[in-house]
């Protein structure tokens, strides 16, 4: 099986929508897209505006639509940073803070942490997005167990064969919190040492070695090269530095 994360375009935040640049990048991705086999593909979209109008511009070309769920909307449950006092999303802290506490490295003991437990709708969002895409994923066979997924479908598939592609477009912090889950990671080292720039590209596929044992391996992460090859510059929204750009 195969799952594609898709960051939405450069965004205009206030009116949750893309900005020019934003559309531009999407179109770019568009022409990516059409280029895949998307008649054997299903498609998911964060409902918020600015992953629904990237993925416009590609679903329209493929005439194809999007299911939309709740729990792949952007992770977005405020605290209050303990170094500037920023009230804000979940992730951005200060490196002197976050990696001064051991359990933030820890897949389960940062739930345990003063600060991402300040704000009481946090974790229950977190396991929310768990349970949202461990049930998506038994619709395709494959069902949780333990740290990794078994493959119950009844054709024995060759070693390595991926049968099921899903996309999901969406944003940053919630490819984060996915990745997580699906990789047995602790999230606060995803969202702070992980850039995903607007409509990147990752992708994990499984793989099924032994028993239809299978488990969510990185192809690539955070892939632009449909802007690169556009000559459209990446966007730094997201970034507190300065970006490479070929």
Request: net charge negative; proline share 5%; charged share 25%.
């Amino acid at each position: 099986m195969r799952i594609i994360l898709i960051r939405h375009g450069d965004p205009d935040y206030k009116n949750d929508a893309l900005t020019e640049k934003g559309a531009r990048e999407a179109k770019l991705l568009s022409d990516r897209i059409v280029k895949w086999p998307t008649g054997e593909f299903d498609f998911y979209c964060s409902p918020l505006g600015r992953a629904k109008q990237t993925a416009s511009y590609t679903l329209e070309r493929i005439h194809k639509q999007a299911v939309t769920y709740e729990w792949m909307k952007e992770f977005s449950y405020k605290i209050e940073d303990p170094v500037t006092g920023r009230i804000g999303v979940p992730w951005d802290f200060m490196p002197e803070y976050w990696t001064e506490i051991p359990q933030m490295y820890d897949r389960e003991a940062w739930k345990k942490t003063d600060i991402y437990r300040s704000n009481p709708e946090l974790l229950p969002a977190y396991q929310e997005v768990c349970d949202g895409l461990d049930r998506l994923l038994s619709e395709y066979g494959y069902k949780r167990h333990h740290n990794y997924y078994v493959n119950t479908n009844d054709t024995q598939l060759n070693e390595n064969k991926v049968h099921d592609t899903i996309v999901i477009f969406c944003h940053l912090g919630i490819t984060c919190m996915m990745m997580s889950h699906l990789l047995g990671i602790s999230p606060v080292l995803l969202l702070h040492s992980l850039y995903l720039a607007p409509t990147s590209v990752t992708i994990f596929n499984t793989e099924e070695r032994q028993n239809n044992i299978a488990f969510f391996r990185a192809q690539v992460i955070g892939d632009t090269t449909h802007l690169t090859q556009g000559n459209e510059p990446l966007s730094d929204m997201g970034a507190f530095t300065e970006l490479f750009q070929e």
